[in-house]
C-alpha cells in the first residue's frame, strides 16, 4: 500500500498549489481520504475530505480557498489551494480510511501518505 503526496512547494501569499495523492495496493474508490496538515509547533489539522460517494468537508479556516477532489479512475485525490496564506505553512499528507467517519480521526485512517511541504511566504 502506498499513498505518495506531490504539488508542495513555495509559494507567495495570495497564491495558489495544487497538491495530489496518488494511491495504489488498495480499492481506492472504497475508501474515504482526507487531507491533513501539521505546522511546526502544533497539533496535526483535518483540512478536507471526500467520500466514496464524494461529498466533502472543509476546515473553517479554508472553507472558500481550498477544494477536495478524486479521480478514482487514476487512483488520485487532489487538494487545490488557492488564496493561500503565510498561516498555511506546513506539512499537507493524505490518509485513507474505510469509511468517512473513520477517515476524520487521524486515529482510525488505515493508511497515510509522507507528507510534502507547502510553505507560503514572501
Known amino acids: 500500500v502506498q499513498l505518495v503526496e506531490s504539488g508542495g512547494g513555495l509559494v507567495q501569499p495570495g497564491g495558489s498549489l495544487r497538491l495530489s495523492c496518488a494511491a495504489s495496493?488498495?480499492?481506492?474508490?472504497?475508501?474515504?481520504m482526507g487531507w491533513y496538515r501539521q505546522a511546526p509547533g502544533k497539533e496535526r489539522e483535518l483540512v478536507a475530505t471526500?467520500?466514496?460517494?464524494?461529498?466533502?468537508n472543509y476546515a473553517d479556516s479554508v472553507k472558500g480557498r481550498f477544494t477536495v477532489s478524486r479521480d478514482n479512475a487514476k487512483n488520485t485525490v487532489y487538494l487545490q489551494m488557492n488564496s493561500l496564506k503565510p498561516e498555511d505553512t506546513a506539512v499537507y499528507s493524505c490518509?485513507?480510511?474505510?469509511?468517512?467517519?473513520?477517515?476524520?480521526?487521524?486515529?482510525?485512517?488505515?493508511?497515510w501518505g509522507q507528507g510534502t511541504q507547502v510553505t507560503v511566504s514572501s
Open positions: 490518509a485513507a480510511a474505510t469509511s468517512y467517519f473513520k477517515v476524520v480521526d487521524p486515529s482510525r485512517c488505515d493508511y
Open positions: 471526500t467520500g466514496t460517494a464524494g461529498r466533502t
Open positions: 495496493g488498495f480499492t481506492f474508490g472504497s475508501y474515504a
